[in-house]
């Protein structure tokens, strides 16, 4: 699921994760969108014109069940109806909207961010000219729009990663990196 970053603050499923500075990073290569420009929905591939993997801002929950900790993560979005490339996105006359992509200089002041009203201003539209989009290639024989990875990566530091299972839908494979 992603969050509206205009109610983070507000809505009970984010709001504690915001206050408490639960900030993440989604690592991934692209990211999918339908596009009804053809009148129908087509799956649309998203991301760096370059071909780079980045990140999208995310908020990420943590809770211990039985002997283990257990997390669960959203991926942050917000208003892009006036974004040159993410404005073509979604259906006619609804509101369009997209990730948050965060430069790769800003990683770590997203992460050690404690303050709600400074990690606001990370929340920008990521430029067009800086993205690229094509229609997205169909899986053989499969309906699935995506494949979706049961698996999550949390960094706790630059040296330590563990493996943990996620109890998040997905809508591609990703790490989320947190601190």
Not at 51 to 79: C, H, M, P
Not at 107 to 120: E, G, I, M, R, V
Not at 121 to 129: D, I, R, S
Request: proline share 4%.
């Amino acid at each position: 699921m992603n969050a509206r970053a205009e109610t983070l603050a507000q809505l009970r499923s984010y709001s504690q994760a915001w206050r408490g500075g639960q900030l993440c990073l989604v690592p991934m290569q692209h990211f999918f969108e339908p596009s009804y420009e053809s009148g129908r929905a087509e799956r649309w591939q998203i991301g760096l014109k370059d071909a780079s993997d980045f990140a999208v801002a995310g908020l990420y929950k943590e809770w211990r069940e039985q002997d283990q900790l257990s997390y669960s993560f959203t991926q942050i979005t917000i208003n892009a109806d006036q974004h040159p490339l993410m404005q073509r996105f979604h259906k006619l006359g609804e509101e369009k909207r997209s990730l948050v992509i965060l430069p790769d200089q800003n990683y770590d002041a997203w992460l050690a961010c404690k303050d709600p009203q400074l990690a606001s201003g990370f929340l920008q539209l990521y430029p067009a000219e800086l993205m690229h989009s094509q229609p997205a290639l169909k899986a053989p024989g499969s309906a699935l729009e995506s494949v979706a990875s049961d698996q999550l990566y949390f960094l706790s530091d630059a040296k330590s990663t563990s493996q943990i299972n996620a109890n998040s839908s997905m809508r591609s494979s990703a790490s989320v990196g947190v601190r």
